[in-house]
């Protein structure tokens, strides 16, 4: 803590060239987004209603870009143009800019809008047709790529964006190929931190990586919830599919506190639980993959914990229930989380190729690296919190 | 001297068509086809012994015919013509054992090969996503035609110790699939409508038919250089296919049932004679499975011909379409497309995005 206190405000100095806004996706869908944006700035083209919602999120990004870049003190890249443009359309048309070419978006907005429109119905047709058919690809871990870009994605993505307002840190610190594995704190009763975790990923990162989360396997008892987490590429948090994975180059995401993390009452908030056993630590040694420390802020207080109903718990098989101000009492309201302001901070990573492979084995070295990793994270969270002007913004 | 090979459960399409296969093998010599029933389908010329594996008859066919190579296929979920689950145990457990005794008892008898399956693993949500050979299962299977293949299995190793001269291999295929399966997970995908568990979307590995036949005659060959063909292998194709997915493409609707629903209706529907919806095919159809075959590819050097995408669409083809055709489904699709007046200046784009 006391580190911490002499952390200046502007810690995005860190972030190196992080400093430009997000990039959602790249390619035709930034050029999508570009010509969305000019439709937008058309005024009604054919269903308002939608129009308006799309521009609202373009501009929740350009917004919430827009303030992590007057944060930043020091000069932007120099492959940004002007950094304050005038309207929209060439907000959005100056961000497509680098990624793809936008031909004919700003000239002519009314013939783009059209055409985009039309282009999104017909994608959109396009993906239904697939869909019905059911000619589309999962992997072997069920992992249906397409429905979470287009369909999971874009439905958790108000919730971050609007509700909890993510702020990402250090995206960077993910490589842009090869396996890595993401180790973050678990907190907030329901694991909307692993989901929002996901999507800073899935939005953010630049070279598209998708987060593959490891998840309980309460997860994969409960009827839907199985299906749409097997669907949206998590799987069951065990040394076999964590490695599998990693060994295939993906990016995998894990939360080693677990349930004594996720279901910890709200007076232990940002304190770390134990990290499990340490797998986590021996299965990157083995896949030589670089550990990625990740604090999440933010998710402590969406269901403040001031309770738990044990004999309930264990009636129903849970491994706890919640008691909070608002839940049961209020019913299904009760259950809705606070909209805190969340920061998403990956740190530096761990490099762990530097190691023989019996070192997996080695306990002394597992626990050493485990509490390394811990530290790492526990201190950047007491950073984040020193940082944070209020819970809510 | 060519080699003399005794297939069992030649009764059964699969079993004909591997001893039709093995006939045209230059290096044997003769093909004993074994079961207990004549069989409907020509044997190609190779010579039929009318016997039942359950009683101990079998080793004198063995010793008769100076057997050197034995496949034993008579190892299925289904029974053949009358006869009940117990029957079909029994030829399971009962044969096996009286196979593998007089194999013991014979001097010539150098290869075994024995068709088991992957439902050994069982289906259960703490499972690792993907089996390997070496992965122990979380929870034994408790019933039907797992249990049997488990047991086979077990059988099958305490023979390999005994009889360490012998090279056995075991290939554990996923469910089988092609124009004449007969499985019960093929008899699942005719029913018009396919009740599936609500809330679970399971994941499915196939594996063709010819590539079976491909890999049994490897497995009943001599090695190949660089390669072992003895020990247990996971037999599949490339690839996984979801519940929905399957269901969408064969064009059958889906009847999502909760979980203890389905049990009583698969008891059901078992009762009515319909399909046989067993515990443990519920328990597939609820949590899903997929092998890796990493070993099938790197140690016993088969790739196989058909990915599980492909071995399902060929058996698509041989069911005929269901309610809900997909190209019908497509279409409709593509007619709401063309009525929307929004798209007709998009037509270019959209074959571009199509």
Redesign the interface.
């Known amino acids: 803590m006391a580190d911490a206190k002499v952390i200046p405000f502007d810690d995005d100095r860190s972030r190196g060239g992080a400093q430009r806004p997000s990039r959602r996706r790249s390619g035709g869908a930034a050029r999508r987004s570009a010509e969305r944006a000019a439709a937008a700035g058309d005024g009604p083209v054919?269903e308002p209603g939608a129009a308006e919602r799309r521009a609202g999120r373009t501009r929740g990004t350009r917004d919430g870009g827009a303030r992590r870049m007057e944060a930043a003190p020091e000069p932007l890249p120099e492959d940004r143009p002007e950094p304050r443009p005038e309207g929209r359309a060439e907000a959005a048309s100056a961000q497509g800019g680098p990624a793809a070419h936008a031909p004919g978006a700003a000239p002519q907005p009314e013939e783009g809008a059209?055409?985009d429109?039309?282009?999104r119905?017909?994608?959109g047709?396009?993906f239904?047709?697939r869909?019905?058919?059911?000619?589309?690809?999962?992997?072997?871990?069920?992992y249906?790529a397409e429905l979470t870009d287009q369909v999971l994605m874009s439905m958790l993505r108000p919730l971050y964006e609007k509700y909890f307002r993510v702020t990402v840190k250090g995206i960077e610190n993910i490589p842009a190929e090869g396996g890595a594995l993401v180790v973050a704190n678990h907190s907030g009763t329901l694991p909307l931190d692993g989901l929002m975790m996901q999507v800073a990923v899935h939005d953010n990162h630049p070279a598209g990586r998708h987060l593959r989360l490891l998840a309980a396997?309460l997860v994969?008892?409960?009827?839907?919830?199985?299906?749409l987490a097997?669907?949206a590429g998590h799987?069951?948090a065990?040394a076999?599919?964590a490695e599998?994975l990693l060994r295939r180059g993906e990016v995998v995401g894990v939360m080693p506190e677990g349930f004594k993390g996720i279901g910890k009452p709200f007076s232990e908030r940002y304190k770390l639980q134990r990290f499990g056993r340490g797998g986590f630590v021996s299965t990157a040694l083995r896949a030589g993959v670089p550990i990625v420390p990740c604090s999440i802020v933010g998710a402590e207080e969406i269901y403040p914990m001031i309770g738990n109903a044990r004999t309930l718990a264990r009636v129903l098989g849970f491994p706890y229930f919640p008691l909070t101000p608002t839940f049961p009492w209020l019913g299904p309201l009760g259950a809705v989380p606070l909209p805190t302001k969340w920061t998403i901070q990956f740190g530096e990573p761990i490099p762990t190729e530097g190691y023989l492979p019996e070192a997996a084995e080695d306990p002394m070295l597992m626990f050493n690296l485990t509490d390394q990793v811990r530290e790492q994270i526990q201190h950047t969270l007491y950073k984040l919190l020193v940082q944070r002007r209020s819970v809510f913004f | 001297m060519g080699r003399i090979v005794l297939v069992t459960g030649v009764a059964r399409p699969l079993g004909g068509r591997l001893v039709r296969r093995i006939r045209r093998d230059p290096d044997v010599d003769r093909v004993i086809g074994v079961d207990a029933v004549p069989p409907a389908h020509p044997l190609g010329g190779a010579e039929f012994v009318r016997a039942d594996i359950r009683r101990p008859a079998i080793a004198r066919v063995l010793a008769e015919h100076a057997v050197d190579t034995v496949v034993h296929m008579d190892v299925t979920g289904t029974p053949l013509g009358s006869g009940g689950r117990a029957s079909v145990k029994e030829t399971n457990v009962i044969g096996t054992m009286q196979l593998l005794g007089a194999c013991q008892k014979s001097p010539t008898v150098r290869r075994l090969v024995v068709k088991s399956s992957t439902s050994v693993y069982g289906s259960a949500?703490?499972?690792?996503?993907?089996f390997?050979e070496t992965?122990p299962p979380k929870s034994l299977p408790s019933g039907g035609f797992a249990k049997d293949a488990v047991e086979v299995e077990g059988y099958v190793r305490g023979f390999a110790r005994r009889r360490p001269d012998v090279a056995v291999c075991v290939l554990r295929f996923a469910n089988i699939l092609g124009p004449g399966a007969d499985s019960p997970l093929a008899e699942f995908f005719s029913l018009p409508v396919m009740p599936t568990?609500?809330?679970?979307?399971p994941?499915l590995q196939f594996v063709h038919e010819d590539d079976v036949l491909d890999v049994l005659m490897l497995a009943l060959d001599e090695p190949r250089r660089g390669t072992l063909n003895s020990g247990t292998f996971n037999i599949a194709g490339d690839?996984?296919?979801?519940l929905?997915?399957?269901?969408?493409?064969l064009g059958r609707p889906t009847m999502p049932v909760l979980?203890p629903a389905v049990t009583w209706l698969g008891s059901a529907l078992r009762t009515v004679g319909v399909t046989d919806f067993s515990p443990e095919q519920i328990r597939l159809l609820t949590?899903?499975r997929?092998v890796s075959t990493v070993q099938m590819r790197e140690t016993l050097g088969f790739a196989p011909r058909f990915t599980t995408a492909e071995a399902f669409a060929d058996f698509a083809r041989s069911k005929g379409p269901g309610l809900l055709p997909?190209e019908l489904?497509?279409k409709a699709?593509?007619e709401?497309?063309a009525a929307?007046p929004?798209?007709?200046?998009?037509d270019a784009?959209?074959q571009g995005?199509?």
């Not at chain 1, 058919?133 to 072997?140: A, R």
């Not at chain 2, 568990?197 to 979307?201: L, T």
């Not at chain 2, 929004?342 to 998009?346: E, M």
């Open positions: 054919r059209r055409g429109w039309d282009r119905i017909a994608g047709l396009a239904l047709r869909r019905l058919t059911g000619d589309y690809e999962v992997d072997e871990f069920g249906d396997d994969f008892h409960l009827p839907v919830v199985n299906e097997r669907k799987t069951l065990c076999e599919d599998r | 949500p703490r499972d690792p996503a993907v390997t992965t568990v609500f809330g679970y979307d994941r690839g996984v296919l979801t929905s997915q399957c269901s969408r493409r979980l949590h899903g997929v997909p489904v497509a699709v593509d709401v497309a929307l929004v798209r007709r200046a998009g784009e959209y995005a199509g």
